[in-house]
C-alpha cells in the first residue's frame, strides 16, 4: 500500500480552501501520499460549462494554491470527473439534459450521442489546465444505472451480437482513449463495478485494459477476500497492468450518518491489507481512501470531513503501518491532540487540536444528546404529557401549578442548546460556506429545536391568555 490517496468529495458540503490547505500537513503526516479530488460542482467550469458551477465552486486562484500546497507536501493529486454514471450535476441542467441515457433521468450519459463525449472530453480539458504534472485521472464510470433502457441504446441492443457490457465498454475505451490521445502521459482510472461481473474474454477482446487501471472498492468490515484476490488475478489476466482498492473513512455507513464510526473503518482497512498480502506482486499500484459526503448528488449529507478526521487517521496509519497496535493508537493521539482515541464506540467529547476538532466536538454532543433531551421533556415527562399536551397547547389551557413542574426545565434546555447551536455555528463558519451549514442544521439541529422552541412559546402564550 505505498500509494495511499484520500478522497475529498466535494459535492456537498466542500470545505472552505483555506481550511483544506491547514489539513494537508496533517494529512501527509499520517501517511497519506495524494488526494484524489472528486470536484463535482464545486469545480470554476467556464464557458459552455458554466451552469455546472455551484455558487460555492472554488476559484481558479484558490484551486492553484491549494494544488501547490498539495505538492509541497509531497502529495500526488489525482482529479476525478465522472464521465457516465453520477452525472446529475450535469444533467439536471436544461442545456444538457438532451444528453441523458433515459429522458427522465439525470444519473447517466448517453453513449450514442458525439456531443456526449464532446461534454465529457470538455470539462476534462477544463480540470487538465488546472493540474500540473498528473500521473492519474479518474474518470469514474461507476453504477451507471440505466444503462441500455434509453431508446437508442434499445434499438442497438437489437443488433446482433451488441449487449449492454459491450456498450459500457465501448464508452469506457472512447473516455480512455479520447483522454490517452490529448494527454498520453496521464493514465486514467476508472472504478470497478461494472466490470466486475464481464467475462475475461469480454474485458480482454475490449481494449479497455490496456487503457486504464481499475480501482476496486468495498467499504464493508467482512469482505470476501478470497473473491477480491480472484478478482485481482482475473483483472491482471485480462490485461489491466496495475490495479487500484478503495476502501473507505467515512461515508459509507448510512445517508444520513452524522457520525463516524472508526471501527468499522479500520476494520475495513485491516480486510484490504489482507487482499494486498494475498495479491500478485506487482499488480497494486495503491489504495484510495473514500470519504463520501453525499450518496448522490442529491442526497442528504453524510459525516462532516472534521468530524470523520479521527477514523481517517487510524485508517492512515493501520495502512502505513500493515495494521493496528497500541503504538498506531498513540502515534494518532499524539497527532490530533487527543487524549483518549475511542475506536469502538462514537467518538468522545475529548478536544482535540486538529482543524476542525471542535466541530467534532460540537456535533457528538447535538448527535447525542439534543434529540434524546428534548424528546425525554417533550414525551416522557408526566407534566407535560398530562397537562400541556397538543390538545392543551391549541386551547392555550394551563393549571398554573402544573406549570411550575415543568416551564424551568423547559427554558433552561432551550437556552442550552441555543448557546451550543451557535459555538457550532461560529465553528462551522471557520470551515464551510453558509449553504452547507444551513443544510447540516436543517436536518440534525433544527427538528428538535423548533419543537422545543415551539413548546416554550405556547407556554408563553397559554401563561398570557390564562392572565
Known amino acids: 500500500m505505498r500509494r495511499r490517496l484520500v478522497h475529498l468529495d466535494l459535492k456537498g ?97 448517453n453513449p450514442h450521442k458525439e456531443e456526449s463525449l464532446a ?19 479518474h474518470i469514474g464510470c461507476d453504477e451507471v444505472y440505466y444503462l441500455g433502457e434509453g431508446e437508442e441504446s434499445k434499438q442497438w441492443l437489437q443488433q446482433q451480437d451488441n449487449t449492454p457490457e459491450k456498450l459500457c465498454l465501448s464508452h469506457i475505451k472512447a473516455v480512455a482513449t479520447c483522454l490517452a490521445s490529448s494527454y498520453p502521459r496521464v493514465t486514467p482510472i476508472v472504478w470497478d463495478d461494472m466490470l466486475r461481473g464481464m467475462s475475461e474474454e469480454t474485458l480482454a477482446e475490449s481494449g479497455v485494459p490496456q487503457l486504464v487501471q481499475p480501482m476496486i472498492w468495498d467499504y464493508a468490515t467482512d469482505i470476501d477476500v478470497e473473491g477480491k484476490v480472484q478478482l485481482v ?92 497496535s497500541e503504538k498506531v493508537k498513540e502515534n494518532v493521539e499524539k497527532l490530533l491532540g487527543m487524549s483518549n482515541l475511542e475506536i469502538d464506540t462514537y467518538m468522545s467529547t475529548s478536544l482535540g487540536t486538529f482543524p ?18 428534548v424528546d425525554e421533556l417533550l414525551e416522557r415527562n408526566r407534566y407535560v404529557t398530562g397537562w400541556f399536551s397538543p390538545y392543551h397547547r391549541k386551547r392555550k389551557i394551563i393549571h398554573p401549578i402544573m406549570m411550575h413542574h415543568f416551564q424551568p426545565d423547559a427554558v433552561s434546555l432551550l437556552s442550552k442548546w441555543n448557546a451550543v447551536v451557535q459555538d457550532l455555528q461560529a465553528a462551522m463558519e471557520q470551515v464551510f460556506h453558509r449553504c452547507a451549514i444551513e443544510e447540516w442544521m436543517e436536518e440534525n439541529v433544527h427538528p428538535s429545536l423548533q419543537k422545543l422552541q415551539q413548546v416554550v412559546d405556547d407556554l408563553d402564550e397559554a401563561i398570557k391568555a390564562q392572565n
Request: charged share 15%; glycine share 6%.
Open 356 to 373: 476542525g476538532s471542535n466541530i467534532l466536538t460540537l456535533v457528538t454532543q447535538v448527535s447525542f444528546y439534543l434529540k434524546s433531551s
Open 119 to 137: 461534454l465529457v472530453k470538455a470539462m476534462i480539458d477544463q480540470v487538465m489546465a488546472l493540474h500540473e504534472d498528473l500521473q492519474w485521472f
Open 233 to 324: 488475478e482475473k483483472y491482471h489476466r485480462c490485461g489491466f497492468s496495475k490495479v487500484w482498492f478503495a476502501s473507505a473513512f467515512k461515508g459509507a455507513t448510512g445517508v444520513n450518518q452524522s457520525l463516524t464510526l472508526t471501527g468499522h473503518h479500520l476494520r475495513n482497512q485491516l480486510e484490504w491489507l489482507q487482499v494486498a498480502s494475498r495479491s500478485p506482486t506487482g499488480v497494486l499500484e495503491g489504495i484510495a481512501l473514500t470519504g463520501w459526503q453525499r450518496y448522490d448528488h442529491f442526497s442528504v449529507l453524510c459525516e462532516l470531513l472534521p468530524v470523520a478526521i479521527p477514523s481517517l487517521a487510524v485508517c492512515l496509519q493501520a495502512l502505513k503501518n500493515g495494521g493496528y
Open 13 to 109: 458540503a466542500a470545505p472552505r480552501a483555506q481550511y483544506l490547505e491547514q489539513v494537508l500537513p496533517l494529512l501527509h503526516a499520517l501517511g497519506a501520499t495524494g488526494l484524489l479530488l472528486e470536484y463535482e460542482d464545486t469545480f470554476p467550469y467556464t464557458g459552455p460549462l458554466e451552469p455546472l458551477q455551484a455558487p460555492h465552486a472554488y476559484s481558479p486562484a484558490e484551486l492553484r494554491a491549494l494544488l501547490s500546497r498539495a505538492r509541497a507536501q509531497g502529495l500526488d493529486v489525482v482529479p476525478l470527473v465522472q464521465s457516465f454514471g453520477h452525472m446529475e450535476f450535469v444533467l439536471k441542467h436544461r442545456e444538457f439534459a438532451h444528453l441523458r441515457e433515459v429522458k427522465a433521468l439525470p444519473n447517466a450519459l
